[in-house]
């Protein structure tokens, strides 16, 4: 007769078990052996009707296998006034009779066998279980929906849509998402602009969930916000100017591979999870917790794509290029995000020039256009350089340095053709500088970046932010990544 003990302070025997593991229904016959002599529950992760030899507990909601943390099944638990003495997983007669006081158990049957994965610890089930059965601490606001509201359509109607349908952040997707860091989830990163908002680890896992990213994506998406409210990237004026700016993320070292982020075909374009939900993260962010909304504190005349997202990696596969990262003293092969204020792309085409010599004064050419080709000293702007393209230079011999010198000397010109009222336009610079030789860009405000297909002399210029003529007040930022 088997004698029931419902609840986990009293001495006796648990036991875990399903029907589908081949070794569960192998030591059936035990588990009668030991309720005949030892108060016993059985719980069934699967069929209620299993054991047939002995009533059992029905824990298909497997609520007692979590809070049990049984990680395979049969297990057998022993307790005594309260606490859990002893268990032990599998079959193993020595260890089963051992724990249980009994002899002679499973008479007939192999000395061992191995049991199977416990139902609570299959993919995605012990998350589940997390969230409807753990202790949550979560900090934030959390917002119940009746039985028949669209998750989807509520996180439109709440306002924390860029515009695009979001990924309702259910507690599992959060739990999901803070495993991609070490780091507390109350942790506080800082404030976010415009309202000056705390933002901790958990709102960031939640805006990331919105976006799409996957959890190995989170420690990118951190320090891509580390970066943005540094003081000297001025995320507070790049948010609220009415040009066409915002962040461009770009991805140094080999988490980019890792988690699969593209550096090559179509790079700045779609169909990379990486790199458009982790640009996303940080835009929903700026957006949701530090209020900055089109039409308020947004007050772009036109904006643009990038302020969905613009996000890619470096390509780093060619050892005779120094990465961004690298010229902006981060260590090779660390990791590492660069956040630059800039607009969309101005497309370069120059299928011709097959010299350094020639290729430079093309590039030169494009580059000021910039803003407006009579403003210097003005905007920064980031070169993102194709293989093609680069290939040329590295054939003469040229490396990022001497890439990044020849393109500023080519673009030296006289104050008198750029100053204000020259050649019948109103735009250009100051006319005291009539009589000066003037560069396009600050020294370092010309960024270089390698990426794109392997065909196709197509590179690509993003113009910077107007703020940049601020030189010394906002700046483009590099941070290493932590995990």
Not at 22 to 28: D, H, L, P, R, Y
Not at 231 to 247: N, Q
Not at 335 to 351: E, R
Request: proline share 6%; net charge negative.
């Amino acid at each position: 007769m088997t004698v029931d003990i419902s609840e986990r302070q009293q001495d006796g025997v648990f036991i875990f078990a399903k029907r589908e593991c081949e070794t569960c229904q192998m030591v059936e016959p035990v588990f009668g052996q030991i309720a005949d002599n030892l108060p016993t529950v059985i719980y069934t992760q699967d069929d209620p009707t299993f054991p047939s030899c002995v009533a059992a507990i029905d824990d298909t909601s497997l609520e007692s296998s979590f809070s049990f943390d049984i990680e395979a099944v049969p297990t057998l638990v022993r307790m005594k006034d309260g606490k859990e003495i002893a268990r032990t997983y599998g079959w193993n007669r020595h260890d089963w009779e051992t724990i249980t006081g009994l002899k002679a158990l499973g008479e007939g049957l192999p000395d061992m066998r191995p049991g199977c994965g416990s139902k609570s610890r299959e993919p995605g089930v012990h998350d589940a279980l997390r969230a409807r059965y753990g202790k949550l601490d979560y900090k934030s606001r959390q917002i119940r929906l009746g039985e028949w509201d669209d998750d989807i359509e509520a996180c439109f109607d709440r306002g924390f849509s860029d515009g695009l349908p979001v990924v309702p952040p259910t507690d599992v997707r959060i739990l999901r998402m803070l495993e991609g860091t070490t780091r507390k989830p109350d942790e506080i990163i800082g404030d976010v602009p415009p309202n000056l908002s705390p933002i901790t680890v958990e709102k960031v896992a939640i805006n990331a969930v919105m976006a799409g990213c996957r959890p190995e994506y989170m420690p990118v998406v951190l320090t891509a916000l580390e970066a943005a409210l540094d003081p000297l990237f001025t995320m507070h004026g790049l948010l609220c100017t009415t040009c066409f700016s915002g962040p461009i993320v770009v991805v140094n070292g080999p988490i980019a591979r890792e988690i699969g982020m593209n550096s090559g075909i179509n790079c700045l374009g779609q169909g990379n999870r990486a790199n458009a939900t982790i640009g996303r993260a940080l835009q929903l962010i700026i957006r949701n917790v530090g209020g900055g909304r089109p039409g308020e504190l947004d007050r772009a005349v036109l904006g643009g794509p990038g302020k969905y997202t613009f996000c890619f990696a470096e390509d780093e596969s060619d050892p005779t290029w120094m990465p961004l990262s690298v010229a902006r003293g981060i260590g090779r092969d660390k990791n590492a995000v660069t956040l630059f204020q800039g607009d969309g792309i101005q497309g370069f085409l120059d299928q011709r020039s097959r010299t350094a010599k020639e290729l430079t004064k093309s590039l030169a050419m494009s580059l000021l256009a910039v803003g407006h080709p009579k403003l210097c000293e003005f905007t920064n702007a980031m070169l993102v350089l194709v293989p093609e393209h680069y290939a040329i230079f590295r054939e003469a011999g040229w490396d990022r340095g001497r890439i990044t010198e020849e393109l500023h000397r080519a673009m030296v010109r006289p104050g008198k053709d750029v100053i204000q009222g020259a050649h019948g336009v109103g735009e250009g610079i100051d006319r005291k500088r009539v009589d000066e030789m003037v560069n396009k860009f600050w020294p370092e405000g010309l960024l270089i970046v390698q990426a794109g297909g392997q065909a196709g002399l197509f590179s690509a210029i993003c113009a910077g932010w107007t703020g940049g003529r601020f030189r010394n007040e906002s700046k483009p930022v590099t941070r290493e990544i932590t995990i």
